[in-house]
């Protein structure tokens, strides 16, 4: 390709990223190019903004050439839209405060800037933008581990042991003492709106994790918070728990009108689009794909709105499962491709006879 057809092809890829994350968050910024791009990882930003990466471009993909093509065509595009620019501080924590995060290998000043400064679409109010601004300045809540083995603490060489908390400061293990969260109280997860009051009325707070082996990631276990605003905020769960649980009743009350609604909605579409389908197969179908939490495509927000390609693959995956051999092809242990190919020819004949309203309904 020659060097136009390059730079063509670079400018699509910078604007289709940049519009992608303007769609969705009303602002776009220099990462979020990058990571729509592929030239950058959520997981290497986030290690970075630990303070684990010492500057961001040392986990970019591609050449310095290429990564400052990229931000020119990004802030020239940025700037042809009408979007508003606005610098943000990107800061890490540390025991003494925080730190201002570097972006470039030079760290020069002008290049920095390029990177901190975020577009903003004109469409949002001015009380948005002030949300917005504070939320982007401000710096990650720190990161405690509760480690499965015992460790060492670099500063004060205290014995870690085993299922304790361990901080970790630009990758060197500190105990809860030299972190500065010796004085914090251990909040365990599961009761939301202690933990929410919490973490509001405690000045300074950490977030507690542990590595799920079995699942191979890190799951949040609770926080860390000051006692006073641990006691304050179990005071005022105390008293106003029957108030709370009044309005969860009323909360479950409503999603489970909220999704009979759905199911019958879904239902009678279903019934439109595939008017030979049995009465219990539409039931069925419905009941399952419409299911709250389920993940599957009825929960989507094409499948609440009843879009028919939505409910279409609904239905497939329905008599993929119920009519077809499917899932015994996948338990002899053919991979899903192949076997959703060998079923394809089944499940098409099978929709073709639903789309055709039976001859015992006719008038």
């Known amino acids: 390709m020659s060097h136009s057809g390059n730079q063509r092809e670079l400018e699509s890829r910078v604007i289709r990223a940049a519009e992608t994350a303007l769609s969705s968050q009303q602002y776009v910024s220099a990462i979020d190019v990058l990571c729509g791009m592929g030239l950058l990882r959520a997981a290497q930003v986030d290690l970075w903004r630990k303070g684990r990466v010492d500057f961001l471009e040392r986990v970019i993909q591609g050449n310095l050439s290429k990564i400052s093509s990229s931000m020119a065509i990004f802030r020239r ?6 979007l508003k620019p606005s610098e943000t501080g990107y800061v890490r924590r540390t025991r003494g405060g925080t730190l201002p995060l570097q972006f470039s290998k030079s760290g020069d000043a002008a290049i ?4 901190r400064t975020h577009y903003v679409s004109p469409e949002l109010s001015e009380r948005k933008q002030q949300t917005l601004r504070k939320k982007l300045n401000r710096a990650p809540q720190p990161v405690v581990y509760q480690i499965h083995g015992a460790a060492q603490c670099s500063e004060c060489g205290a014995e870690i042991e085993q299922n304790s908390l361990l901080f970790k400061e630009a990758e060197i293990p500190l105990c809860m003492a030299c972190a500065g969260f010796g004085d914090l109280e251990f909040l365990a997860a599961g009761d939301v709106a202690l933990t929410r009051r919490a973490a509001k009325y405690s000045a300074r707070t950490a977030v507690v994790v542990r590595f799920s082996r079995a699942r191979k990631r890190y799951e949040r276990q609770g926080i860390l918070a000051e006692s006073a605003a641990l006691e304050r905020a179990e005071r005022e769960c105390l008293e106003d728990a029957g108030e709370r649980a009044a309005a969860r009743a009323r909360d479950a009350e409503r999603r489970r009108e909220e999704d009979r609604e759905l199911k019958l909605r879904m239902t009678e579409k279903i019934g439109i689009l595939f008017p030979g389908c049995p ?27 009843l879009k028919e390609e939505a409910l279409t693959a609904a239905v497939v995956a329905a008599i993929r499962h119920r009519h077809t051999g499917y899932d015994a092809l996948l338990a002899r242990g053919i991979d899903r491709a192949t076997a959703r190919q060998e079923v394809a020819g089944k499940i098409e004949r099978i929709l073709e006879e639903w789309r055709v309203r039976s001859s015992s309904e006719t008038v």
């Open 77 to 82: 595009w940025a700037l042809e839209k009408g």
């Open 112 to 115: 920095e800037k390029h990177y």
């Open 279 to 305: 009465a219990p197969e539409l039931a069925a179908i419905a009941a399952h794909t419409s299911a709250r939490a389920s993940g599957r495509i009825g929960r989507t927000e094409a499948g609440r709105n």
